[in-house]
């Protein structure tokens, strides 16, 4: 049955959100893809190690455990919110979702900055004890903004036909924002460090590594690293991840009115209950918790991988990315057309099996007796490819979770979207501290070294076996009709 058009979105919402998408990217995907590396960069190029390799992986781990653990909660308090301000309402800003993206978007600015300023410059378990506090208060602050924004969309858009619509909105932003987190830092990290044009020609500072001095004091010329490009580069993009967070604040109509809805309690453990009953969701969480966990942990060594494998910097993760966001873009062009003609699982069966079948190439292109140029070059094709299965899985999420909580909404006769979207946050979480540790330890057991970069080889086709296993299960996901509920 459709949707009457008053509940359908205004373009301009869709901006919104779209916009939302571009701050959600730079306030996680920027610590997700480089801060194991700031706390923990490769052995003997004369980088300051703050953080052991074999230990860095548990201020991620803590932090998304956490961050896990909070988002279901965050969840219930924002469906349980009353629409109309009241008295403790600082700001009185309507809604249940709207004052949640208010305050965490401000609060997560401080920790987005102070997160690449531990305390000592050289390894340290203070910097350990730092990194892991900021960290989870990062991604406190961060669910508190999270878990109601990815719940306004499917509630302004209520028929499917406009959560694909809604979700081409979301994965432009997403795109877009992880063009500007992953691809431009790189570069500017480069740029925005005042120490990289210094050669070394005498002694290296105290900071520096052992190696490196090693190499100077022989007179081999080697470059200058500081932290000063990584903590510039954070307090920009926290800025422009703040302004981008508070265009749905003042912009979307929430379309729910607890003043006018029954009131029900939504008692967690009762919807984590009717979750767990919920076939259709259990088969989606696990299906992207297998695959995040893969294709997340290729993501953690990407600057490994550019330095050890490819010979190359920070900057040529940006080359291999730009045809990443190009073919994720590109992707958009018939992600709709196809939409109409195939089932959700099967436009992300395609997605999964994309990048299932990329990532195991990473190990062939480190390995390859090839010239840098030549590396780069099979980066930036194997990247590309990666990118349309990326755009496809962007798109669909929306319309995959929403039909899902329509679902939930059919056998339960409440509308929680606050509660599926925090408990698929546990899963991606869930993945994401798993793909930390698969990414750290292939590091530590096998190498993250000038001189033995197995350990960052291994973990692409190590990220493909995991990606597979999410694609085999997804064909397992049922097909859900609107009246009737899920068939098999």
Not at 91 to 110: C, H, Q
Not at 264 to 288: C, P, S, T, V, W
Not at 442 to 456: D, F, I, K, P, R
Request: aromatic residues 14%.
């Amino acid at each position: 049955m459709e949707t009457k058009p008053h509940v359908e979105f205004k373009w301009y919402e869709g901006l919104a959100l779209c916009l939302a998408m571009i701050g959600i990217q730079l306030s996680s995907e920027v610590m997700n893809q480089w801060g194991t590396y700031f706390y923990s960069p490769s052995v003997g190029v004369g980088r300051t190690i703050y953080v052991a390799v074999g230990v860095v992986g548990y201020i991620f781990i803590a932090g998304t455990v956490w961050d896990a653990a909070i988002g279901p909660f965050v969840g219930i308090w924002s469906d349980r919110t009353k629409t109309k301000p009241g008295l403790l309402r600082l700001v009185p800003i309507r809604g249940r979702r709207l004052p949640f993206i208010f305050w965490g978007s401000i609060l997560m600015t401080f920790t987005a900055v102070a997160f690449w300023y531990p305390p000592l410059p050289r390894e340290s378990t203070l910097n350990f004890v730092y990194g892991t506090t900021i960290l989870c208060l990062h991604w406190t602050f961060f669910g508190i903004a999270m878990v109601p924004l990815n719940s306004l969309a499917p509630e302004i858009a209520r028929s499917e036909s406009a959560r694909v619509k809604i979700g081409t909105w979301i994965a432009v932003g997403m795109i877009v924002g992880l063009a500007v987190a992953v691809v431009l830092p790189g570069v500017l990290i480069e740029m925005l460090d005042p120490a990289r044009s210094v050669v070394l020609t005498e002694t290296l500072g105290a900071g520096a590594d052992i190696s490196a001095a090693g190499a100077a004091a022989e007179g081999e010329e080697m470059v200058v690293y500081s932290p000063t490009g990584y903590r510039r580069l954070a307090f920009l993009l926290a800025l422009v991840s703040l302004i981008m967070f508070q265009f749905p604040v003042w912009l979307i109509r929430e379309r729910y009115d607890s003043d006018k809805a029954p009131q029900e309690q939504h008692l967690f453990i009762d919807g984590l209950k009717d979750a767990l009953r919920n076939r259709a969701f259990m088969i989606y969480a696990m299906a992207f918790f297998l695959f995040a966990i893969g294709f997340q942990g290729a993501q953690r060594v990407l600057p490994y991988w550019a330095e050890l494998g490819l010979g190359g910097s920070e900057s040529t993760v940006t080359f291999m990315m730009i045809p990443f966001i190009v073919m994720a873009f590109v992707s958009y062009c018939f992600i709709p057309l196809a939409a109409k003609h195939l089932h959700v699982k099967w436009m992300l069966f395609i997605a999964l099996f994309i990048i299932a079948s990329g990532m195991p190439f990473m190990y062939v292109v480190g390995v390859a007796d090839w010239t840098p140029g030549a590396k780069l070059l099979m980066g930036m094709v194997l990247f590309g490819y990666c990118g349309v299965g990326q755009g496809i899985i962007y798109v669909m999420m929306t319309p995959i979770i929403g039909e899902i909580i329509d679902y939930d909404e059919q056998r339960s006769g409440k509308r929680r979207e606050a509660l599926y979207n925090g408990l698929s946050a546990v899963a991606w979480k869930s993945a994401m501290a798993g793909s930390i540790f698969l990414a750290t330890t292939s590091m530590s057991v096998w190498g993250n070294s000038a001189q033995n970069n197995t350990g960052v080889l291994l973990v692409g086709p190590l990220a493909g076996l995991f990606a597979f296993a999410g694609m085999v299960l997804i064909c397992f996901y049922p097909r859900i009709h609107p009246a009737r509920g899920a068939e098999r």
